[in-house]
């Protein structure tokens, strides 16, 4: 079974920086394409950025493009996003997952996931 554990939310205020991570359990991590995932209050959840197994090719939201960065260690089993220039919108909810070996979708597709983590809180203040 897939267990994905996210960490290193937290308050931050509008213009600063947080890291996240995602560890992962399981021996094909670096077999898959991870991605992460936001969703603020009474909103749907929206795509952020993923990453292939390998690392060579990353995807993101407009939104995020230019603050944000995913990176992977395979060797660790964990994805991480670096979070710059944080802005009052980024506040969410934000989760990892894997996306499906058979997947064919867009990446943007959440659907496209099949194991998710729990979510850590990300609030930026003003």
């Known amino acids: 079974q897939v267990q994905l554990v996210e960490s290193g939310g937290g308050l931050v205020q509008a213009g600063g920086s947080l890291r996240l991570s995602c560890a992962a359990s399981?021996?094909?991590?670096?077999?898959?394409?991870m991605g992460w995932f936001r969703q603020a209050p009474g909103k749907e959840r929206e795509f952020v950025a993923a990453?292939?197994?390998?690392?060579?090719?990353?995807y993101y939201a407009d939104s995020v493009k230019g603050r944000f960065t995913i990176s992977r260690d395979n060797a660790k089993n964990t994805v991480y996003l670096q979070m710059n220039s944080l802005k009052l919108e980024d506040t969410a909810v934000y989760y990892c997952?894997?996306?499906?070996?058979?997947?064919?979708?867009?990446?943007?597709?959440?659907?496209?996931?099949?194991?998710w983590g729990q979510g850590t809180q990300v609030t930026v203040s003003s």
């Open positions: 399981g021996r094909t991590f670096s077999s898959y394409t």
């Open positions: 990453i292939t197994w390998g690392g060579g090719r990353t």
């Open positions: 997952a894997r996306r499906g070996a058979q997947a064919r979708g867009a990446m943007i597709n959440g659907n496209e996931y099949d194991y």
